[in-house]
């Protein structure tokens, strides 16, 4: 079946150091949610990329979609120790508007 | 105040024991989902439901069962044929079956089975 594969699985940083994770597919998507767990929480949406080569900023988090829809990642600049937590990101492939396909995850990690 | 409620926040059971997690929502969506997280992992859908008696299997189906009565409420039944059922339960929903609308999740239940 389709697949989301989400890298890395882990990222330790220093507070004020950018993190960076990545989905990526091997097919095509429709279109691509971010989602943040903080540790013992419950995922929290944080947007939705939906058009080629889409770029969206919110505060220090910017998040892409590739110009193919078919990778997508989710940057933060300067980190502070209210990021961590684990960052999915959700995809649903072109054609198929029902079910999400979730990444496993990249949990983060930020040392003051 | 709108959201999704998910009671109780941790359940411990024997092995054996069916045991049922409630999961009601006052968003008047019409999808909601229930998945299974273990420690580590990310997120695995069990089942889920688009409209009122109507609801589909999700990935891992297997010894969990579902009813969709009412458009607020989608409990779950972890039943005794369910080989690891200790786990982070999460409910969700979100307002109509497109995958373009975001999903709305619940606080989750920790369930112990021993």
């Known amino acids: 079946g389709q697949q989301v594969m989400q890298i890395p699985q882990y990222q330790h940083v220093q507070e004020g150091e950018d993190f960076t994770t990545y989905c990526n597919s091997s097919?095509?998507?429709?279109?691509i949610q971010w989602y943040k767990q903080r540790p013992g929480g419950h995922p929290v949406f944080l947007i939705q990329?939906?058009?080629s080569g889409e770029v969206k900023k919110q505060k220090r988090l910017t998040f892409q979609f590739g110009e193919a829809k078919k990778n997508s990642s989710l940057h933060i600049t300067a980190t502070q120790t209210t990021d961590v937590g684990t960052y999915f990101c959700?995809?649903?492939?072109?054609?198929?508007?029902?079910?999400?396909?979730w990444g496993l995850g990249t949990s983060l990690a930020v040392n003051p | 105040d709108g959201g999704i409620t998910q009671s109780p926040k941790y359940l411990f059971r024997k092995e054996g024991q069916n045991v049922t997690l409630s999961c009601e929502q006052n968003?008047?969506?019409?999808?909601m989902y229930w998945y299974r997280q273990d420690p580590g992992q990310g997120l695995r859908l069990i089942y889920y439901?688009?409209?009122?008696?109507?609801?589909q299997k999700g990935d891992i189906a297997e010894g969990y069962s579902v009813s969709r009565e009412k458009k607020e409420s989608f409990p779950l039944t972890v039943t005794s044929a369910q080989k690891n059922p200790t786990a982070f339960y999460l409910c969700?929903?979100?307002?109509?079956?497109?995958?373009?609308?975001?999903?709305?999740f619940g606080p989750g239940t920790r369930l112990t089975v021993t």
């Open positions: 969700a929903s979100k307002l109509g079956q497109s995958s373009s609308y975001e999903q709305y």
């Open positions: 968003l008047n969506h019409d999808a």
């Open positions: 439901s688009q409209i009122v008696n109507d609801f």
């Open positions: 097919t095509t998507l429709s279109n």
């Open positions: 990329l939906v058009k």
């Open positions: 959700a995809a649903s492939g072109a054609g198929n508007n029902r079910k999400l396909i």
